[in-house]
């Protein structure tokens, strides 16, 4: 890979990204915190968009799944019966001279602190396991309990898996969806959020009756809802492949397993997991399901789609960074984009202009998030808002007054259509389906 194209367009995209208020390094007026980053006004919206987009087609898209919203701290016999507490680790390796800590399977982090102790040899300790999850402590009084921060939101879908039941009747085969916090202590995070210690998950636990050619089947499909939806909402599909985990490297609870891989500037980088994880994490639980009409009990097995929100979110703002001679534009899939439209005054020292226009954007904010914008001439409008992704601008001029008309220019084609000023809802309306 050419470090220099993987330099500058992670550079372009994290000063973006600051710059226009997406993603701030967190707690930054004291330095930062590594592994830590706040949304900013337009992040938070980005963010959230991807979260609506994945529960519409993964819980509302489906009949046959429920969604859940579990505590992030549990009981910490849940992380003893999981395996966490003994198979959630990372291999660890500490350089004797600094003594700073990386990842053993890390070929890129070792090699890139190698260089800065060129004239030292042997520099690594032997590989320890580090476990993963981050403890916590709770009581008023000493000594506290301790529990932990959940690695994964899996646990909370396979916990309520009873009362989910019991209080939707629904049956085998169904999911359960859910989107939440998660907590890592990640060895080395790094690729702005790529690899973080605090993120959010969204996954479907799918349960199945236990069947080798059926669960097969099951797993495949979930691949292809999955990456498809990656695929409608703008990624480029030839920076998507499936990458299949080896034996010896799936995870402890995975009969097998495969990754979404999406070309990112810095590699094949995982955005998404599919995992049979069989009758693992039920068995585990002590949990079985009781067919109502046959009165057959058996353990279900569970195929899993596990994405990052913050992952994907990243590759989404990575993926649609395009630059057109001196034009910056992020070409997000409307549905993605924080803002669906800004309305402009021609002159803002117009107040017949700015009152009508005003009036536009106050109807269209009822139904969409639109932007209000004055500032400037037309032309820094038009570069300021494709530079954040806003896919159309709505401009009232003279002749508005006229005929009730306004001119909406496309971002991605920067052409300009007349459009009545009574069907700009059905016009944005028709193109966000």
């Known amino acids: 890979m050419d470090l220099n194209v993987h330099t500058s367009v992670m550079e372009k995209v994290t000063s973006l990204a600051k710059r226009r208020g997406f993603i701030f390094q967190g707690s930054e007026i004291y330095g930062g915190y590594q592994g830590f980053w706040d949304y900013g006004p337009l992040g938070v919206e980005l963010k959230n968009n991807v979260k609506k987009e994945w529960w519409k087609t993964m819980v509302y898209g489906r009949e046959d799944v429920v969604g859940i919203d579990a505590a992030i701290i549990m009981n910490p016999v849940v992380w003893e019966k999981s395996g966490h507490l003994k198979a959630f680790s990372d291999p660890l390796v500490e350089c004797k001279v600094c003594h700073r800590r990386v990842r053993a399977d890390n070929d890129e982090a070792i090699k890139d602190h190698e260089n800065s102790h060129p004239d030292e040899?042997?520099?690594?300790?032997?590989?320890?396991?580090?476990?993963?999850?981050?403890?916590?402590?709770?009581?008023?009084?000493?000594?506290?309990?301790?529990?932990?921060?959940?690695?994964?939101?899996?646990?909370?879908?396979?916990?309520?898996?009873?009362?989910?039941?019991?209080?939707?009747?629904?049956?085998?085969?169904?999911?359960?969806?859910?989107?939440?916090?998660?907590?890592?202590?990640?060895?080395?995070?790094?690729?702005?959020?790529?690899?973080?210690?605090?993120?959010?998950?969204?996954?479907?636990?799918?349960?199945?009756?236990?069947?080798?050619?059926?669960?097969?089947?099951?797993?495949?499909?979930?691949?292809?809802?999955?990456?498809?939806?990656?695929?409608?909402?703008?990624?480029?599909?030839?920076?998507?492949?499936?990458?299949?985990?080896?034996?010896?490297?799936?995870?402890?609870?995975a009969k097998y397993a495969t990754d979404?891989?999406?070309?990112?500037?810095?590699?094949?980088?995982?955005?998404?997991?599919?995992?049979?994880?069989?009758?693992?994490?039920?068995?585990?639980?002590?949990?079985?399901?009781?067919?109502?009409?046959?009165?057959?009990?058996?353990?279900?097995?569970?195929?899993?789609?596990?994405?990052?929100?913050?992952?994907?979110?990243?590759?989404?703002?990575?993926?649609?960074?395009?630059?057109e001679g001196e034009r910056v534009f992020l070409k997000l899939h409307p549905s993605l984009a924080p803002y669906k439209a800004a309305v402009f005054p021609l002159l803002k020292n117009k107040p017949e202009l700015v009152e009508k226009a005003r009036n536009i954007y106050k109807n269209l904010k009822k139904e969409f998030n639109v932007v209000w914008d004055d500032r400037g001439n037309i032309g820094k409008r038009y570069f300021a808002q494709d530079e954040i992704g806003t896919p159309w601008c709505v401009t009232v001029d003279f002749e508005s007054l006229e005929d009730d008309t306004v001119t909406v220019r496309d971002r991605d084609t920067a052409k300009q259509e007349r459009v009545d000023i009574d069907r700009l809802q059905s016009y944005f309306s028709d193109r966000l389906k």
């Open 260 to 323: 979404i891989e999406y070309k990112a500037p810095f590699g094949w980088s995982e955005m998404e997991g599919i995992h049979h994880r069989g009758d693992f994490d039920l068995k585990n639980h002590g949990l079985k399901y009781r067919d109502e009409m046959t009165n057959e009990e058996y353990i279900p097995w569970v195929i899993e789609t596990s994405g990052g929100v913050d992952r994907a979110t990243l590759f989404f703002l990575i993926d649609s960074y395009r630059e």
């Open 121 to 253: 040899k042997d520099i690594w300790t032997d590989a320890k396991t580090f476990n993963l999850m981050t403890e916590v402590l709770l009581g008023t009084t000493e000594p506290k309990e301790k529990s932990y921060l959940r690695g994964e939101i899996t646990q909370g879908a396979f916990v309520n898996f009873e009362n989910v039941i019991n209080s939707t009747r629904i049956k085998v085969p169904f999911g359960i969806g859910q989107i939440g916090k998660a907590f890592r202590n990640e060895i080395t995070p790094g690729n702005l959020t790529f690899r973080s210690r605090e993120f959010e998950q969204m996954e479907l636990e799918y349960f199945v009756k236990p069947d080798d050619d059926a669960s097969a089947k099951t797993f495949d499909e979930f691949k292809e809802v999955r990456i498809n939806w990656y695929k409608n909402l703008g990624i480029d599909p030839e920076k998507l492949h499936f990458h299949d985990h080896e034996p010896e490297k799936r995870a402890h609870y």
